[in-house]
């Protein structure tokens, strides 16, 4: 049975509510309550109700603390947070209405908070945001404790992303186990792992933070160097978190890279795939053949028809096919980029400021790491093969006073291009059909053209 | 040997298990070899107690006055 108020009764109250119905006609209407209940014809249900509304009320007392604190250190606002617990337990006050009734109720109401504290977070995402005049944020008495304060530990969460700090705030604040973190955020108990690690390292990295805008372009320039230490990217990551600035110029950079990577792996051809052999499916059909063959056989036709023998041909592949200026090229790259590295250009040996209170932060560490900066070696000097009969090719290279070394000869076999068999390709063409015999045209009848006569032209008027 | 080495990325992984008490022996010793040689990550573990302590001081929270009792026909 279902009455005004959606409460389910049983069939003994359901006789007992029948026999004081008998009453309410000699009632006036006007003494309805307004909740549907009337006091008078239904006492047994006003009182079941205001036994309920006392269980709801302790309910209340019991939880409404813990719901507001986790508002708060969530949201970071407290007028927000005061409007979220109400909304919570007014939620709640509907499903316990219902009937529903929770066996943990604190879970229940951290659910229904967390819900709730998300669609809040969703709709002040797209407003413009207020900023609350924070004491946190005046420049407070020096402290020498490296503890974070309580107004530091608010701020630095309101950068962090919203599930990390709801599962931060669930497990440090109110000590709930993974499991029942996963059953509020309705994800694994594995991925509340990972959640919690990565919000206690943002956290970390927002507490330590205090890199400007400047520095961080300056450190989005290292990072594209890959010239970063973690802690660098550390404070980068959480500068990006707090300025939105920053954050476009990094996401636009980070665009750009890929697009320029994407630009270095354009397919090369399959006739481009070897020089000497033939492509990936083994044969010279097809434009299969190695660029070698192709290079070979041009020269070969062309000597061929010139006449001129095979010796000088080898001799010039010989001398061609030593790469002396290579290495030399790759050393003056290696060695620009060690200087790079090392940050011996002017201006781009910057220390910042984050970087100097890091250090001095980090002085308890006592040896040095030895930092990508420092671990850059000069590569050795290769020398270049000297050109034969030519002495004055390696003289700079030489040590003063010694004896010059004697010349050095390479050569290089060169691989002799094997003898190309082109097959004897005989072509058989069928026997064409004999020629149509086509009919004679019938004769066309065309009627006689009559050309109507040419009228001389009218005389000219006065 | 190489079972008992850990990257700093696996270090700090182990560290925050290690503040949920899900961290067993074995994993605790790895973790506490680490930090020995290991300075920065020696500097972020004092890092993660300290803001778990200081988590503790966001528990002292005064309820505002609206909301010291319920009432749902005034919340309606």
Known sequence: VQIGNQERITAADAQRVAYAAKTVAWNKPQDHHENGIHPVVTPFLAARRRAKDRA???????????????????????ADAEDVTQTTF??????YERGERPHTPHNWLIKIAHNVCRQRFRD?????????????????????????TANEIRRALGFLAFNQRAALVMRELEGRSYAEIAQVLDISVSAVETLMFRARRALREQLESGLTC??????????????????????????????????????????????????????????????????????????????????????AAGLVVTGVGREPLNAGATDKAVPAKRPAMRTESAA?????????????????????????????????????????????????????GGPSGGADQQPSGGPPPPALHLRVPLHQPPPIQLPEIRVQLPELPPPLQLPPPPPIDLPPIQVPPILPPPPPGP | VIEWLLTCHEAEHA???DLDGLLDEHGRRTLRLHLLVCDECERI???????????????????????????????V
């Not at chain 1, 209340?60 to 949201?75: I, Q, S, T």
């Not at chain 1, 007014?90 to 499903?95: G, Q, S, V, W």
């Not at chain 2, 503790?56 to 609206?66: E, G, K, N």
Request: net charge positive.
């Open chain 1, 56 to 78: 709801f009320e302790r309910l209340y007392r019991d939880h409404v603390h813990a719901v507001y604190r986790y508002a708060l250190a969530v949201l970071h606002n407290e």
């Open chain 1, 124 to 148: 002040s995402s797209r407003r413009p945001r207020e900023v609350e005049l924070d004491d946190s944020l005046t420049p407070a008495a020096a402290d020498d404790s490296d503890v974070p």
């Open chain 1, 214 to 299: 400047r520095e961080a372009e300056q450190t989005l320039t290292r990072l594209q160097r890959r010239d970063l230490s973690s802690a660098d990217r550390g404070a980068l990551r959480a500068h990006l978190r707090e300025c939105k600035d920053c954050a476009t110029l990094e996401r636009r950079q980070r665009a750009y890279r890929g697009t320029l990577e994407h630009l270095g792996v354009i397919p090369l051809p399959a006739s481009l795939a070897t020089f000497i052999g033939g492509g990936a499916s083994g044969g010279a059909a097809a434009g299969g053949i190695g660029l070698g063959v192709k290079i070979a056989t041009v020269l």
């Open chain 1, 336 to 388: 620009v980029r060690a200087t790079e590295s090392n940050g011996t250009q002017p201006g781009t040996k910057k220390r910042s400021s984050y970087d100097q209170r890091a250090r001095s932060k980090r002085s308890r560490s006592s040896a040095p790491n030895g930092g990508s900066a420092g671990g850059a070696q000069q590569p050795a000097p290769t020398q270049p093969a000297a050109a034969p």
């Open chain 2, 15 to 17: 560290l925050s298990r």
């Open chain 1, 90 to 95: 007014l939620n709640a006050y509907r499903a």
């Open chain 2, 45 to 75: 573990a004092w890092s993660q107690r300290a803001q778990q302590s200081a988590f503790r001081s966001l528990l002292d929270v005064q309820l505002p006055t609206a909301l010291r009792s319920f009432d749902p026909d005034t919340h």
